[in-house]
Every structure is written in C-alpha cells, then in structure tokens.
C-alpha cells in the first residue's frame, strides 16, 4: 500500500507488435490481433469489429502514408482494460501530417493523402 495514493496496481502487460507498413504487415496486424482477441477472451463479434478495424488502419497507413518516405513503421500496442471488460489498443506511426483529401466544387476528391492521423 503506498501511503500518499493509496494501494498500487499493478499496470496492465503490453503486447506490442511492430511492422513495416507494407501488405505482409496488414496480414501480420490481423493474425496478432486475433491472436491477442482469442487470449483476451472477447466475444467473436468484438474480434470481428477490432480486426477490422486494425487491419483498415494499417492498410491505409501503408498505402497512404509514407507517400515520401520515410522509415515505415507501425507500432500496434495493445493491452487489456484496466477493469478487465476490454482492450485498449493504439496504433502509431512517423508519417508526416496529412490532411484528408480536399473535394473539388463538384465533390471529387483530389489530392494524394487519405488519413489525417495515425
């Protein structure tokens, strides 16, 4: 018990993964992200949605943000919610900031980049 803040907790393992932002790394992303669903115990439906969701970050990371260079890294880190009831996953990566695509007066799009973040 720590005096001044009251009992310590530990902090939650990590599972990082880092990739280089190509496709095998989209195929990479998916498998570890499965796997860690599949360990974590969630639901199908919510390994469905997260793995989704992982798998479209990266591809776009890939196709979209190292458009000049660059070392090509992406960080997956994810760990389990502090109350047991999830997972708290972060995707990073050193591309430069991007705006979405600009739309023409006609609603085409134009431009080169499509995430503003990563």
Aim: proline share 9%; with cysteine; hydrophobic share 35%.
């Amino acid at each position: 018990m720590n005096p001044i803040d009251g009992p310590i907790v530990a902090a939650p393992a990590a599972h990082v993964l880092r990739v280089t932002a190509d496709g095998p790394a989209v195929a990479a992303a998916s498998a570890w992200t499965r796997s860690l669903a599949a360990r974590l115990h969630l639901a199908p439906p919510d390994v469905f949605r997260l793995d989704l969701c992982v798998t479209e970050l990266v591809t776009n990371i890939a196709e979209h943000g190292y458009t000049n260079g660059g070392d090509r890294t992406v960080e997956l880190r994810a760990e389990s919610a502090a109350n047991g009831g999830g997972i708290r996953l972060e995707i990073s990566c050193s591309t430069p900031p991007a705006s979405p695509r600009p739309r023409t007066p006609t609603g085409e799009c134009s431009g080169t980049r499509a995430c503003s973040s990563c």
